[in-house]
């Protein structure tokens, strides 16, 4: 289970892509599509984060798409991960959009919190 860096990118283009989409069409549900490739972006930056820094990974443990249980988990572990503040200060959101974008009707995200979110996570995988 150690997610690669090109399943990272390949998040972060689909999230890029959606939010050109919405700017260029108007059309209000690809936002959620942005909003999911954002949380599996995040999702996965802390997992490649774990699973580089351990020999062995607990994958019960890293088995969840909640951002916060996986901090825990490196936290349990001794690992420094590194994480944005803004990733740290929206945390339960993000985590969230991960099945609100696919299940709820009524999800949505705003398009500049969307472009936000995008800036830092796109830098973050640079930096990691």
């Known amino acids: 289970m150690k997610p690669g ?13 959606a939010i050109e989409y ?18 599996q972006a995040a999702e996965k930056l802390l997992k490649y984060q774990i699973s580089q820094s351990l020999d062995k990974v607990n994958h019960h443990r890293m088995y969840t798409h ?42 949505s995200v705003r398009i500049d919190t969307l472009k936000k979110c995008y800036d830092v996570i796109e830098q973050w995988e640079r930096q990691v």
């Not at 860096?5 to 892509?17: G, V």
């Not at 099945?99 to 709820?104: L, M, V």
């Open 22 to 39: 919405f700017e260029q069409n108007g059309v209000k549900d690809i936002k959620n599509v942005a909003a999911y490739h954002l949380q």
């Open 66 to 107: 909640d951002l916060s249980r996986l901090i825990e988990y490196a936290d349990s572990e001794g690992l420094t991960l590194f994480v944005p503040d803004f990733i740290r200060d929206h945390i339960n959101s993000i985590t969230d959009w991960e099945a609100g974008s696919r299940y709820d009707i009524g999800f």
């Open 5 to 17: 860096k090109n399943l990272i990118r390949a998040d972060i283009i689909a999230a890029r892509q």
